[in-house]
């Protein structure tokens, strides 16, 4: 009987692992839930004909004139030339059983099945978002082969776990114009995003027409702000992609810029001016007041008609209270009602917008500040602080996403992001009922550092792994498949208009005033963003809303590839299984770096901008330098002596300290090179660069990254 049992279960174990093993080999973020492999595949060429049978609405119409437009670009042929027929002979027949809503709603049906053969696919779903997300699996198969292009033949049936996967973009800080949205939208698009997070509100900035009141943008947006009619155009594009459009007014705090044109809306005297520095500030609206509840209830119902999605986010984060303590009015009518606390007062007005936010027809969304019993079970928290409120929303019988982990301005790799589980900690604890009340989570874009410019590289390509994490069964978590799969995406993600690629070298350019950035590129490569709020920390001055957005740090990627190879490579090294051609690569790169800083220097002293990397540059030759000689000593297999250890040692933590705030990220691994050398223990196999133990000792950091005294510093 055991024999039976430990076979059976043999068979459960291998033939999981071969469809885990079946999916990793397809191209494809998010990874589907399940897929079955043919044999061969279906060549994509001037033939290629798609034909709709069953409902047609005119969302569907238009998706699969998107997809002609996207497949025409992937395979350099003018979409014209791929016909829309009636036949059931077309290469790609669509049918969806049913339409979708006029308003997209949360829980819609996104699930789809695509069965492709040599002969050609069919895409079924219930719905026209379901035929959206198949059509961008089927975009992302789409492979250069010995025939021309083509789509392995393969059947795949797929539905989201999460029902709600989102990025929120901070317009507030820094103003993002309509294109740059596009094309993100064109990019949440690809890898099954669904709702877009607007926060449009912001002590920096308002950034959108009121016609009620035309001072809000008027005066607190210095005129950089979307029309009426470009959120319009905005919501009718997201549309077409299967995104919703949840937008954010965060009060009663974050409201600075709403009180340059409307100071009584204000607890303080004022005067106000727009917001230029980054942090917590005091200002914030007067819940004492009637007519802010006035106010709110008609620029509500104005916002209410403009936003045709059910959810509506009232924000509710970082409210200092100092206002509310100098207002002698405030603190009389706290008394009054036997309030005890600021807590209380903001409970107070919390229940009072959300009376206004439901009498328009909308559901009340906030971060988990606004957590509290006394509101109705329809809201939805958004958890920032820490994933424990999110589980405690699910208890409580609250609906919630998960932000906290998500955040891409910490500049934290892939893996820490891919890492972050919505039901994991204490949420995984939950029973089956209230773990459904968790809706998914959100990339939060905010916008302390960004600018048109560099936006798209502060999203992707690391938002396809947390979007892969909210889409995909959660046994999907392989992180070498993640990285694989994230780099094709990372293209197919330029293929599409993005900049995250394209942005970097003409930034480098501009900062070294040449073209020949070859140096610079050698530096920029392995270096990184410091992470969490450690920006404001070790910076000279500080930064605000007016500084320019131009300095090295400003254009290196949130997560260097380079370091992240060198990593696994020297891993492989110090645990004597190296791969062939792992050490001369290995040493190839020590060379480089070593060389490097003979060819920077020069530059580096003819740009004011690159004048701050003279250190880095400085420390990551010295580095190449160690590495190659703890290599000698590994290579002679002579221990390194004891004096020569403790000296580069001592090296490595000078080059592991932020400069010019940035981070080299190839220091620890020349530290384990160095002690391999010595033979200390130590050195044995340990996480790559990327991983968040290495990170956090890099960082310096203490007990995690959510120190939440330096979140409320910070933002
Ligand atoms: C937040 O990051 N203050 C929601």
């Known amino acids: 009987m055991r024999t039976i049992l430990a076979a059976v279960m043999l068979c459960v174990l291998f033939t999981s ?23 061969g595949h279906l060549v994509i060429g001037p033939t290629f004909s798609v034909s709709i049978a069953g409902q047609h609405e005119a969302r569907l119409d238009r998706a699969v004139e998107i997809f002609l437009g996207q497949l025409g670009l992937q395979i350099g042929m003018p979409p014209i030339d791929m016909q829309v027929v009636d036949s059931a002979n077309a290469t790609l027949v669509i049918q969806a059983a049913g339409g979708t809503k006029s308003v997209q709603e949360l829980g819609e049906d996104e699930s789809y099945r695509l069965e492709i053969s040599n002969a050609g696919a069919r895409l079924n779903a219930p719905t026209t978002l379901g035929v959206m997300r198949g059509l961008q699996t089927f975009l992302q198969l789409v492979q250069t082969t010995s025939e021309g292009f083509a789509v392995p033949a393969v059947a795949i049936e797929d539905s989201p776990r999460f029902p709600s996967r989102g990025l929120m973009i901070d317009v507030g800080r820094h103003f993002i114009p309509l294109d740059v949205l ?40 210095d005129g950089l702000y979307y029309t009426q009619d470009e959120v319009r155009a905005v919501i009718a594009y997201a549309r077409e992609r299967g995104i919703r459009v949840v937008p954010e007014f965060d009060m009663p705090g974050h409201t600075t810029a709403w009180f340059v044109g409307y100071p009584e809306l204000a607890s303080g005297p ?28 008609a620029f509500i119902s104005e916002m209410a008609g403009l936003f045709p999605d059910q959810s509506f986010h009232i924000g509710g984060d970082e409210v ?25 007062l903001q409970a107070y007005f919390n229940q009072r917008v959300q009376k206004i936010v439901s009498k328009h027809g909308k559901t009340m969304l906030g971060w988990d500040e606004i957590l509290r019993p006394d509101l ?3 809201i939805v928290i958004q958890s920032w602080r820490g994933p424990d409120s999110l589980a ?58 960004v600018s048109p410019e560099n936006i798209d590289s502060r999203i992707w390509p690391r938002t396809a792994a947390i979007a892969e994490r909210l889409w995909s069964p959660q046994d999907v978590r392989d992180v070498n498949s993640m990285y694989q799969r994230l780099a094709l995406v990372s293209t197919w993600l330029d293929g599409l208009g993005l900049t995250h690629n394209s942005s970097y070298a003409p930034m480098l350019r501009r900062i070294a005033g040449k073209d020949d950035i070859a140096a610079l590129k050698v530096l920029a490569d392995v270096v990184e963003p410091v992470k969490d709020y450690t920006r404001e920390e070790t910076a000279p001055s500080p930064a605000t809303s007016e500084s320019p957005l131009n300095r090295v740090v400003d254009a290196v ?45 020069p530059q580096v002293e003819k740009s004011l901008l690159l004048k701050e990397v003279a250190p880095l540059s400085q420390n990551l030759s010295a580095l190449g330098a160690a590495g190659l000689a703890a290599l000698d000593y590994l290579d002679r297999g002579e221990p390194a002596p004891a004096a020569w250890v403790t000296a580069q040692l001592a090296l490595v933590e000078q080059a592991k300290k932020p400069q010019a705030q940035m981070l080299i990220m190839v220091a620890p691994s020349v530290e384990k090179l160095i002690r391999a050398s010595a033979g200390q223990a130590s050195a044995g196999p340990a996480a790559p660069s990327s991983s968040p133990e290495n990170r956090s000792t890099l960082m310096g950091q203490r007990g995690g990254p959510w120190n939440l005294r330096k979140l409320i510093f910070r933002r």
Not at 282 to 297: C, I, Q, V
């Open 17 to 39: 692992v071969v469809k885990v093993q079946a999916r990793q080999s397809l191209n494809l973020m998010p990874l589907p839930a399940k897929v079955q492999m043919g044999s």
């Open 182 to 221: 596009k094309r993100n939208l064109d990019g949440m698009a690809a890898v099954k995003l669904n709702v877009f997070h607007w926060h449009l509100s912001e002590n920096q900035g308002f950034r959108i027409e009121s016609k009620k009141f035309p001072k809000l943008q008027g005066m607190g947006s």
């Open 270 to 297: 004022g005067s106000y001016q727009i917001e230029r520095r980054w942090g917590v500030f005091d200002p914030a609206m007067d819940p004492t007041r009637e007519e802010t509840y006035k106010f709110l209830d």
């Open 320 to 344: 200092n209270g100092k206002e509310w303590d100098a207002n002698p009015k405030i603190q009389a009518f706290m008394h009054a009602q036997g309030m005890k606390g600021n807590n209380d």
């Open 376 to 378: 109705p079970k329809t």
């Open 392 to 449: 405690q929303a699910a208890k409580q019988g609250y609906r919630g996403l998960l932000s906290s982990g998500y955040y891409v301005d910490l500049m934290w790799s892939a893996e820490r992001h891919y890492a972050t589980e919505p039901l994991s900690g204490a949420a995984a604890s939950l029973t089956p009922e209230e773990q459904k009340r968790i809706l998914g989570g959100e990339a939060c874009m905010w916008g302390e550092y």
């Open 557 to 601: 990627r949130p997560e260097s590839s380079t370091a992240r190879k060198f990593a696994d490579a020297v891993n492989e090294l110090v645990a004597g299984h190296a791969k062939p051609g792992s050490e001369s690569r290995v040493k190839d790169l020590l060379n480089r770096w070593r060389d490097n800083q003979v060819e920077l220097q």
